[in-house]
């Protein structure tokens, strides 16, 4: 690791509570998260602890109604939190935001009594939450998913497989998407299951190249039964659910990629500043500054990207456009400078000895998740462009 602290953030921020917040997540991100990552994340170790006490500290509500446990906080702000957990740890940035995509469908589509019942545990209860819409032969084609939910009397029975699902096995809730009607996004509906429901298991992790603390595996569905009243929204809704809810998901993973990418900048910075060669610090070479630099102008394109997406979604305006974006652009940018973080510490950047390595092969899966890079050119260029075919 650099001898160099790095600067905090610059950060525009709506409220004076919003900035003791920030402060209460960097404190917990240095003390808590930032010391153990390393070592964790090499032993593949998920650390459940953290979580409960994000928890206990009001963070895995943040954007939700207090009425429910949440924070009550914007966007704007909420995406700065997991930017600022991110940088400390991914696994743990990125596992904010999949709970509070896995809450989404219920705070945002489920009835008074349902959001009374479960809400207050999901989002300050200690729970964690998981949310499965891939399948093994169903992933940028979510539509064409197989989990079928054949109705039983009062009550739901749900078979199938659900594939590459962040907190597989582990999680206190899932909230699964399973047809329930016709082929396509038309027939498709949202269930809330508990994590303990007889007939749903985990499979073994998957073996990743990166975030190997955060496990990621298929989640088994055999005759599962769930109360209709576990039902999330309408029967055949649940496709809508998903996207609205991959919109605000794609936020997260934007915020998530600024924060890694901020982590490897501020290590580069720090050892370009100590590394002395030909009798002088390496930052002071051109080459470098120049890539400090692009690094760095990157990092703030970013997160202005993403904060623009949020603060339209916060105003309730049309925000998906922007949000594809953000999600396309903060994530190439991890990648980027990931990429160039481990060049400019030269060997000691591919050594497990310091992080920059670690934070290039996480990187790679946020141009992954939540709608692969492609998919969100795709979305972009409908925006821009009109529909295919037309």
Not at 98 to 103: G, R
Request: aromatic share 6%.
């Amino acid at each position: 690791m650099s001898d160099r602290d790095p600067q905090p953030v610059e950060r525009q921020l709506p409220t004076e509570e919003a900035r003791d917040l920030l402060a209460l997540v960097r404190e917990i991100a240095q003390r808590e998260i930032a010391p153990k990552a390393a070592e964790e994340e090499d032993a593949g170790r998920f650390p459940r602890e953290v979580f409960t006490l994000l928890s206990e500290s009001g963070l895995l509500g943040l954007p939700y109604d207090s009425e429910y446990g949440g924070g009550d906080q914007p966007y704007e702000v909420y995406l700065q939190v997991l930017e600022e957990l991110a940088a400390a740890r991914l696994t743990v940035g990125l596992g904010v935001s999949v709970h509070t995509l896995a809450s989404y469908a219920l705070a945002a589509h489920g009835t008074k009594q349902q959001q009374v019942e479960h809400l207050p545990a999901m989002l300050g209860g200690g729970l964690l939450g998981a949310y499965c819409l891939s399948e093994p032969a169903s992933g940028s084609d979510a539509a064409s998913l197989h989990t079928k939910a054949v109705r039983d009397g009062d009550a739901w029975v749900l078979t199938g497989t659900k594939a590459w699902i962040t907190h597989g096995g582990i999680a206190d809730f899932y909230t699964v998407m399973a047809r329930t009607g016709e082929d396509g996004p038309r027939g498709i509906t949202a269930f809330l299951v508990p994590g303990d429901a007889p007939g749903l298991s985990g499979a073994v992790p998957e073996k990743k190249m990166g975030m190997k603390g955060s496990p990621t595996a298929q989640v088994h569905l055999d005759g599962v039964r769930v109360p209709d009243d576990r039902r999330i929204g309408e029967e055949g809704q649940g496709f809508s659910i998903a996207l609205s809810a991959l919109d605000s998901g794609r936020l997260g993973i934007a915020a998530c990629a600024i924060g890694l990418a901020q982590a490897a900048l501020d290590e580069a910075v720090g050892y370009a500043t100590r590394r002395r060669q030909f009798g002088r610090p390496i930052a002071d070479f051109q080459g470098l500054r120049f890539m400090i630099a692009d690094m760095a102008t990157q990092i703030e394109a970013g997160r202005a990207l993403y904060l623009a997406a949020a603060r339209l979604r916060d105003a309730g305006r049309p925000f998906a456009k922007q949000a594809a974006m953000a999600k396309l652009h903060c994530t190439d940018t991890a990648m980027k400078v990931t990429t160039d973080a481990v060049q400019i510490l030269g060997g000691y950047g591919y050594t497990a000895d310091f992080p920059a390595e670690r934070y290039m092969r996480e990187a790679k899966v946020l141009q992954i998740v939540e709608g692969t890079n492609q998919i969100q050119r795709m979305v972009i260029a409908r925006h821009v462009a009109g529909p295919e075919g037309r």
